[in-house]
């Protein structure tokens, strides 16, 4: 599959969610679940929020994906993860892990270590640094931001694609895009998306999105960024600052269309 080839079909996909609504359960950080959740809204999506282990496993079947966010990992909220992952494993629901801190604790390698030998995964999404940990190319996250790292994020992202055998995206200044064999670029956005937190929360929330409805990982990770990028882009044309740019964003997802995304898409080969 060639860029201009997977461009077309991640517009497509972006067209088609609205139709089917997907429930997608999150079970992700304090800091930015609200975002998630209004997100997932605004892009035609149904968002389900419980960190409960209780219940997870039960979510996880009824569910068409799993977003797995471990930025503030407590002991209930680890517990539900790692049944939720089992489940979804079991039973083919598709996952996505955002290992948000990667390399930052030994507690938050050995969760990440425990969830990504379930087997669940079909992407793995984070920044340079968290994904250069997972590669083994790198010492990990500065707390939960990348640090600059000697590997180029292209090369990270093929790396840890090969190793885990899945879809992976390093995202960062560009994002890149990884199957193990092909290997693709998304450009655009904003500068203020670096400034607001929970923009990383966002690539994994639209990942899991997509996922739910695309044919294949690969699809759903190229409409996901495309999606954010664009979405940022046109956020920032009303922003005055962080505050109304994360309001501008959310507005601006209630609003693309895949013939946008076609249009306004920057997605290369690397």
Known sequence: MNAEELLRRAALLVDSVPGKRPLIYHITNDVTIHL???????????????SSPRESADITSLSDALVINIGTPGGNSVKAMTRACRRASAEGIPAVLDPVGAGFTAYRNRIVRSLISTGAFSIIKGNASEMAWLAGLGEGARGVDARPEKHPPQDIASRCAISYRTVCVVTGPADFISD????FRVEGGSPLAGSMTGSGCLAATLCGLYLACAPSPLEAAAAALLTLRRGAALGEKSAEGTASFQAGLLDAFTRIKGEEILREGILHEA
């Open 36 to 50: 998630s959740a209004n997100a997932t809204l605004a892009l035609g999506g149904a968002p389900v929020m419980s």
């Open 180 to 183: 193990g064999e092909l290997l």
